[in-house]
């Protein structure tokens, strides 16, 4: 259903990694990747990014959004298309909660979306995430949908 790219394995390093940087809110960790995510990014020149968004609760709580923030400190252009409702933390709920939660994910834009999305998260674990917002690009009329995370 997606085609899907991961920077790095997820495993203990990676797990500790993003303890610091999303939940105890180490924002100088998204640059720590930032040469590598330019590089590996060079690759969807045609393709608009489009980050994962998080709720306006959790940018509230943290201050941030973890994945503009690794774009932002990578100098990667983006467009911010994309709105989440408040729902349960991802990180917090087993593999078949995630993958039976309903689409939280809608547009915040009326304007055109172009024709190739490339869509960015952190991590993918389950794919739930980028399968619900590929499903909505779709259904809006993107032709191209590709998918990239750090880690996996």
């Known amino acids: 259903m997606v085609q899907h790219q991961a920077l790095y394995r ?22 720590v990747f930032a040469g590598e995510l330019r590089q590996a990014l060079k690759a969807y020149k045609d393709y608009t990014i489009v980050p994962v968004p998080v709720s306006s609760e959790t940018l509230l709580d943290r201050g941030f959004n973890q994945v503009t923030g690794l774009l932002e400190g990578a100098g990667i252009f983006y ?36 024709e190739r999305v490339l869509l960015v998260d952190d991590v993918y674990t389950t794919g739930a995430t980028i ?22």
């Open 10 to 31: 997820y495993n203990i390093a990676m797990r500790d990694y993003f303890k610091h940087y999303k939940f105890l809110g180490d924002y100088l960790l998204r640059e």
């Open 79 to 114: 467009q911010d298309c994309l709105s989440k409702e408040e729902a349960a933390k991802q990180s917090h709920l087993t593999r078949q909660e995630r993958l039976a939660l309903k689409n939280h994910y809608s547009l915040a834009t009326e304007q055109a979306l172009p």
């Open 131 to 152: 399968v619900s917002i590929a499903l909505l690009f779709h259904e809006k009329g993107v032709k191209d949908v590709k998918t990239f995370s750090l880690a996996r």
